[in-house]
């Protein structure tokens, strides 16, 4: 869900991850803001996105097969309402 600076894949809440895909991204966002109760935070925040946008395909597989452009077009779409 993450990758280093030198492209080695890590884990999203590795200090030194420095790309994430979408999923990885809520992970770690979710962790900074809600600390202990961030995984839970961050399911709630990819099922919101999915229901916006009519979709029951999770987002790490919509990032790996559609790419990360219709990711951030999905979030877009969750961010309007």
């Keep these: 869900m993450a990758r280093m600076a030198d492209g080695k894949v890590c884990a ?3 200090p030194a991850a420095a790309s994430f895909c ?3 991204a809520l ?5 900074i803001l809600f600390g202990a109760g961030g995984f839970d935070r961050a399911l709630e925040l990819e ?3 999915l229901a916006a946008n009519k979709s029951n395909v ?6 790996d097969t559609e790419g990360r ?4 077009a999905m979030f877009k779409v969750a961010l309007a309402l």
């Design 12 to 14: 999203c809440l590795d």
């Design 22 to 24: 979408a999923v990885g």
């Design 27 to 31: 992970y770690r966002a979710a962790a």
């Design 47 to 49: 099922e919101f996105v």
């Design 58 to 63: 999770g987002l790490q597989f919509i990032n």
């Design 69 to 72: 452009e219709t990711v951030i």
